[in-house]
């Protein structure tokens, strides 16, 4: 299994980025995805949740109405598109894999590198 | 939304030793508690599910106990690999999915 983030950078408040999750080394379509994102030096929090076949997603309050989550099964690719961006944005975004695939576990056994956000002036 | 606390923030333990991390949740959510173990500059890592069950490849050291509000994780005999944050988190009501605010294990 592997999950490779990227897409991440240097934005300013207000802007918009969308951070990618490329999959590989089992059957995505068949799994739900996450993104949990953590401030340097502190802890995790859950995002965003998209089950196998895109039909539910589920955010954080933090991000409703500023991030969409989105999946592309047949490229095995999972997105985060954020807009207005914030400071307390400023992150590590990890896609995490669903423990369960089929159902929902809601825990993550697989999770990605972590890509690097910042949202500054 | 469940918050759960952990306690204590930072543990000191000697390799060897015996550790007990401790999770607290708001409100009961039965055995939908799981640990992850994070080192620096990685991603978390899946320890134990439904409280009390390792995760595949996970050492015996590692185990899991509790239910309701009340969890435990602990490892016995440290190894110097051990040495790292440990969260956990929640999925008994979600949205919102919900961690504790980590334990950092640290060399004594």
């Known amino acids: 299994v592997q999950l490779v983030e990227s897409g991440g950078g240097l934005v300013q408040p207000g802007g918009s980025l969308r951070l990618s999750c490329a999959a590989s080394?089992?059957?995505?379509?068949?799994?739900?995805m996450n993104w949990v994102r953590q401030v340097p030096g502190k802890g995790l929090e859950w995002i965003s949740f998209?089950?196998?076949?895109?039909?539910?997603?589920y955010y954080a309050d933090s991000v409703k109405g500023r991030f969409t989550i989105s999946r592309d099964n047949a490229k095995n690719s999972l997105y985060l598109e954020m807009d207005r961006l914030r400071d307390e944005d400023t992150a590590v975004y990890y896609c995490?894999?669903?423990?369960?695939?089929?159902?929902?576990?809601?825990?993550?056994?697989?999770w990605g590198q972590g890509v690097l956000v910042t949202v500054s002036p | 939304e469940i918050v759960l606390t952990q306690s204590p923030v930072t543990v000191s333990v000697s390799p060897g030793g015996r550790v007990t991390l401790s999770c607290r949740a708001s409100?009961?959510?039965?055995?939908?508690l799981v640990w992850y173990q994070q080192k620096l500059g990685q991603a978390p890592r899946l320890l134990i599910y439904?409280?009390?069950n390792r995760a595949p490849y996970i050492p015996g050291r590692f185990s899991g106990s509790g239910s309701g509000t009340d969890f435990t994780l602990t490892i016995s005999k440290v190894e110097p690999e051990d040495f790292a944050v440990y969260y956990c988190?929640?999925?008994?009501?979600?949205?919102?999915?919900?961690f504790g605010q980590g334990t950092r294990v640290d060399i004594k």
């Open positions: 409100q009961s959510v039965g055995t939908h």
């Open positions: 439904d409280a009390s």
């Open positions: 080394g089992f059957k995505f379509s068949l799994y739900s």
């Open positions: 988190q929640q999925y008994e009501n979600w949205p919102p999915i919900t």
């Open positions: 998209i089950t196998a076949s895109s039909r539910t997603q």
């Open positions: 995490a894999r669903d423990s369960t695939y089929i159902s929902v576990a809601a825990t993550f056994d697989s």
